[in-house]
């Protein structure tokens, strides 16, 4: 922002409220997860003006302070926004603070909430692939005593791995930050949270091989149970060193 002048979240919310322009209010980050918000949580708005129509407001577009960051756009810019993208898994869970077109934000939200089948299915034999391949890295780079990069790449799985589970239940994969929260609230069907978690904590610290095996082979049943076999069975030879 240049000139104009910052704005509390209370204050901007009432400006809103009155300009009939805007159709949509939706709040994302740790505000908008119950539990996650702390003094020095700021408030992520979206501010989603009716297509073609004009707003005063837009004197804010680029507000950004220790209280209030906006970011202000029109109802086609904001069903477009995180498809695909980064922001898809602080959209999936906003939450709507004023919806003027009878739960169409609302609806607009859930539908980023879930992939559509065909875009799962795709998104799931990339991230499975990507994942194999880090984790085939790490075992051999930890076999030919190359500490260092074995545990790069046991970390680079990880996030493979997160992208891969989250797809396959047709979910945007949450920031880490937002982890824990995610799957304590809303489990990955078929899998522990505490477990799966426990793998993760112990791989991030130490590339711990017998893990990343224990929970390759954990992932390998549920990637073929869900059709991509095809994937797995490409590696040929290489998945025994995988496997426990």
């Not at 020095?40 to 680029?62: I, K, M, N, Q």
Request: overall charge negative; charged content about 25%; some cysteine.
């Amino acid at each position: 922002m240049t000139a104009q002048a910052p704005i509390a979240y209370d204050a901007f919310i009432d400006l809103a409220a009155d300009d009939s322009a805007v159709v949509g209010l939706v709040l994302k980050g740790s505000q908008a997860h119950e539990g996650m918000a702390t003094q020095r949580s700021d408030h992520d708005l979206y501010v989603v003006l009716a297509d073609g129509e004009t707003s005063g407001l837009t004197r804010f577009t680029g507000h950004r302070t220790s209280e209030l960051d906006l970011v202000i756009m029109s109802l086609a810019e904001f069903r477009a926004a995180g498809m695909p993208g980064f922001e898809r898994y602080a959209l999936a869970r906003g939450q709507v603070v004023l919806d003027r077109l009878d739960g169409a934000i609302a609806q607009i939200l859930a539908d980023k909430a879930r992939l559509d089948a065909d875009e799962a299915f795709q998104g799931a034999e990339e991230w499975l692939d990507a994942y194999a391949n880090s984790v085939y890295r790490s075992i051999k780079n930890h076999r030919d005593g190359q500490a260092l990069a074995a545990r790069l790449d046991a970390t680079a799985a990880i996030g493979f791995l997160l992208e891969l589970l989250f797809t396959l239940d047709r979910r945007p994969r949450p920031y880490n930050k937002y982890l824990e929260w995610e799957l304590t609230r809303f489990p990955l069907p078929g899998w522990d949270t505490g477990m799966l978690l426990d793998c993760l904590d112990r791989i991030s610290g130490t590339g711990d091989i017998p893990t990343q095996r224990r929970l390759f082979a954990r992932t390998e049943t549920a990637a073929r149970s869900a059709g991509h076999g095809a994937v797995l069975d490409a590696w040929g030879e290489d998945l025994h060193l995988m496997r426990p």
